[in-house]
């Protein structure tokens, strides 16, 4: 990931460009082409991601009372096809779409939040929590089935994750005992894991992350950042 310049990115009705790369909508499939430096190894990295939902969704969900951020689950239900050119990798499975957007920054309005994806035996099912500065705590949980179709539900009580190596606090809603099977990504201010428990009844693998924006916001913190993602005018 690099972070890029205003001349550097171009969008239309179906088509988001960022440097080298691209995301666009071929037939029903996001398609990504991605060429860029690796951090911290400084080698190219390329190749493409095919994102094919088996619907899609036009939910949107305000996370703030003031209406300024907004979580769009896309495609929770999903199939990803991988192949990485250089170095050669190829890989196949299971996956979603969401994006968030809003019209200030994240760390003015959130604490923090844990969310969760967890695919099902006939679909997918998302838990939303966290704490906004103004608003105190929110919670949501969304369960849809792999035509789009959505039901809400009441998120199970939160457990909380061993800690990472830098101590970033992580909470999982589960109806068992969670058991972390790899933490994905580990950094100052966000964590990715793999965790294993049950949820809706049903045993589960849950693609989890948290995020502190207390964290995030520390001058430290933002002073490690473009060793993490360069800065490029193009």
């Known amino acids: 990931m690099t972070e890029r310049g205003k001349a550097a990115v171009a969008r239309d009705a179906t088509t988001f460009t960022i440097g080298p790369s691209a995301l666009s909508w071929e037939g029903g499939v996001l398609t990504v082409r991605f ?87 006939d679909g997918a099912a998302v838990v939303y929590q966290g704490t906004r500065r103004r608003d105190g705590d929110f919670s949501v949980g969304l369960r849809f089935d792999q035509s789009g179709g959505v039901v809400e539900f009441e998120p199970p009580p939160r457990t909380i994750l061993p800690p990472t190596f830098w101590r970033i606090p992580r909470y999982v809603s589960s109806e068992a005992a969670p058991k972390v099977i790899e933490t994905l990504e580990d950094a100052p201010f966000y964590a990715r894991s793999l965790v294993e428990t049950r949820l809706l009844d049903q045993p589960v693998t849950i693609f989890h992350e948290s995020l502190s924006l207390d964290r995030f916001r520390m001058p430290v913190v933002q002073m490690m950042l473009p060793f993490r993602m360069p800065r490029r005018a193009g």
């Open 35 to 121: 060429e860029e430096t690796a951090v911290p190894s400084l080698g190219q990295i390329r190749g493409t991601v095919r994102v094919i939902p088996t619907a899609l969704t036009r939910i949107e969900l305000e996370l703030d009372d003031e209406g300024r951020h907004f979580w769009r689950p896309l495609a929770p239900c999903a199939r990803v096809e991988v192949k990485i050119d250089k170095p050669g990798l190829q890989w196949s499975g299971d996956g979603y779409i969401d994006a968030n957007r809003g019209d200030v920054p994240l760390e003015d309005t959130f604490v923090r939040w844990d969310w969760s994806r967890a695919r099902l035996k």
